[in-house]
């Protein structure tokens, strides 16, 4: 069956067969297929990731394997998610389609503190790792906002990136081993424990990033690090990126504590989410262009106190106009953090607002943001994008002061905008969020040629029957022909 006669006869499927139905009860047990008002679970961040209207909740790879094959059988296709956390729609579905939710394999199956690693499923919670892991001083090395409901398995899925990238690199460089289930139902199992480990093609690189669309990752090994015995935070206001990028690199450089995130916040989003919050602090102003809250990890926290007072001291010799506060107590030091993570609030003032997730080099930035703000206000007067991000690794997200959806016309535009000359400048289109369905022109149209090709023929070898996510990361239309006369797969 070619892709584009699976595609075509999907179109014509509104239901999933009662016999798969059935089929599936009896595989994993009836209360775990559900359907109709019982389908009707949180669809998380987008409307859609439940309009399937059916969802399959294996408890173990062996059943994740079950539902994969009876799938196959039936030609109907899977759609695998974790915590449904994604924001460029990787895991909506439609009818005739199956969820395959991971939400039932959610046990930590080993923490060993002397190898530093974690065995878990991938269902569990990226909240749920920390915990068990702090209690040997330890933590899994990434972190985000969504960390109480992303989980692990959807982490590796889109190579979840966070604030912790610039230091430990993001879900690609945590991850030891892992276990997944291809298209066929075969259980791909590499659950090494160890750093090094050149036998052969290091193959779990495949379904890191692959968004559900080559396999179904059901067990992961993570990667573990030390904890500091002390943390300290502080906020500073400066006067420009150039500011905050010297401030970064003087952090880098300190002898008291390492630099563990480094979070710009731009004038339009730390005054909106200061005022959501209700939040000031006496003699701190929120009147400059950018701001950055900083974390160190040490040995004593007095010690790192006493370096943000340091590097306040050394920027404000440079850039005169800088102010910073330094948090005195763990209640101040989450109101900070308050200020960044509390993204919500753009989403309460302008509903579904369309927003973007680019990764720019370091010595980009200032160009790059003074060009974007220039050219959007070009398309639409008074369109004015609120800026925040991982600044240390150059992750920008951009959230425009505008509901979605977007004119398709000033969608284009506004992309136009944001994307030309990423690939040029060695940034990315898309830093952490993946690619998903929201993402796919933007892929076509900046990726290699031979790059996109090589997607498909990896695609073609693993799910030539187009069941495993179809309609996520890669194009569905204008597709090379495979070697064999027939079009790609995709």
């Known amino acids: 069956m070619t892709s584009a006669t699976a595609r075509a006869e999907r179109r014509e499927q509104t239901a999933v067969p009662a016999a798969l139905v059935l089929a599936m009860r009896s595989a994993i047990g009836a209360q775990h297929v559900r359907t109709g008002v019982a ?27 079950a539902i994969v094959r009876l799938c196959r059988s039936h030609g109907v296709p899977l759609v695998p998610q974790g915590g449904r956390t994604g924001l460029v729609g990787g895991s909506v579905s439609q009818p005739g389609e199956v969820v395959l939710s991971l939400d039932r394999m959610n046990r930590i199956e080993r923490l060993d503190p002397v190898e530093r690693t974690a065995v878990v499923q991938a269902g569990v919670t990226l909240e749920t790792l920390q915990a068990a892991a702090l209690e040997h001083r330890l933590e899994p090395g990434i972190d985000l906002a969504a960390r109480g409901s992303a989980t692990i398995g959807g982490m590796v899925s889109t190579n979840a990136g966070g604030v912790m990238a610039f230091r430990n690199g993001v879900m690609r460089h945590r991850v030891l081993g892992l276990e997944a289930v291809l298209a066929d139902g075969t259980i791909y199992s590499d659950l090494t424990r160890v750093v090094k480990n050149s036998a052969g093609y290091d193959l779990k690189h495949l379904f890191i990033g692959a968004e559900g669309t080559l396999g179904i990752v059901t067990r992961v090994v993570m990667k573990l690090e030390p904890v500091p015995l002390a943390t300290a935070t502080a906020l500073f206001g400066l006067p420009s990126v150039t500011a905050a990028l010297d401030l970064i690199r003087l952090a880098l450089d300190g002898e008291a504590g390492q630099l563990r995130a480094a979070e710009a916040l731009w004038q339009p989003y730390i005054q909106l989410t200061a005022s959501a919050q209700d939040w000031s602090e006496p003699g701190f102003d929120l009147d400059l262009p950018v701001y950055l809250l900083m974390s160190l990890g040490g040995a004593r926290e007095g010690e790192l106190r006493e370096e943000f007072e340091r590097l306040f001291a050394e920027i404000m010799e440079r850039f005169d106009e800088a102010t910073g506060i330094v948090a005195s107590s763990q209640r101040q030091e989450e109101a900070l953090w308050r200020l960044r993570e509390d993204t919500d609030v753009l989403y309460r003032t302008h509903k579904t607002a369309p927003s973007y997730d680019v990764s720019v080099p370091l010595s980009e930035i200032d160009r790059y943001v003074a060009r974007i703000a220039s050219g959007l206000a070009a398309v639409e007067a008074g369109l004015n994008p609120y800026l925040f991000g991982h600044l240390a690794d150059g992750n920008l997200h951009i959230v425009l002061n505008r509901a979605a959806p977007l004119p398709e016309a000033m969608s284009a535009a506004v992309e136009q905008v944001l994307y030309t000359g990423l690939a040029e400048i060695g940034g990315s289109f898309s830093a952490e969020h993946g690619v998903g369905s929201k993402r796919i022109h933007a892929l076509a149209a900046t990726a290699d040629p031979t790059k996109l090709n090589l997607m498909m023929r990896v695609k073609d070898t693993l799910d030539s029957h187009v069941l495993m996510n179809p309609g996520k990361v890669l194009p569905l239309a204008s597709l090379p022909a495979n070697e064999h006369g027939g079009q790609a797969h995709a």
């Open 39 to 65: 389908a009707a679970i949180d669809p998380g961040t987008h409307p859609d990731n439940l309009a399937a209207g059916i969802v399959a909740s294996p408890a173990s790879t062996e059943e994740v394997s």
